[in-house]
């Protein structure tokens, strides 16, 4: 059984930060590649960070230089530190197995997300 959680959206004014987590059962983290996707309204879903498992980055251009991916293999879990946050980053944010190219493998059944709302 696959499972997803993810957790610590809110409300931030422009310019402030937040830490996001994800926590994964079963063995979607064992060997795959995880990311942090985001969804805003009318807007289809993006990845807008990844990590290997062993710990090789990737960011869209969007968000380089302002959030960091992690992870812990030992707790399943990954992590999203945004900072200097602004209303364009306003969006429901999941994680998943990472999907670069069509050539990778589908992401997992997703979970319900996390609401990142920053004000102006």
């Known amino acids: 059984q696959v499972h997803l959680v993810e957790s610590g959206g809110g409300l931030v004014q422009a310019g402030g930060s937040l830490g996001l987590s994800c926590a994964a059962s079963?063995?979607?983290?064992?060997?795959?590649?995880m990311g942090w996707y985001r969804q805003a309204p009318g807007k289809q879903r993006e990845l807008v960070a990844d990590?290997?498992?062993?710990?090789?980055?990737n960011y869209a251009d969007s968000v380089l230089g302002r959030f960091t991916i992690s992870r812990d293999n030992a707790k399943n879990t990954v992590y999203l530190q945004m900072n200097s946050l602004n209303p364009e980053d306003t969006a429901v944010y999941y994680c998943?197995?990472?999907?670069?190219?069509?050539?990778?493998?589908?992401?997992?059944?997703w979970g319900q997300g996390t609401q990142v709302t920053v004000s102006s």
């Open positions: 990590i290997t498992s062993g710990g090789s980055t």
């Open positions: 998943n197995r990472a999907r670069r190219t069509p050539y990778d493998a589908c992401p997992f059944n």
């Open positions: 079963g063995t979607i983290f064992r060997g795959n590649r």
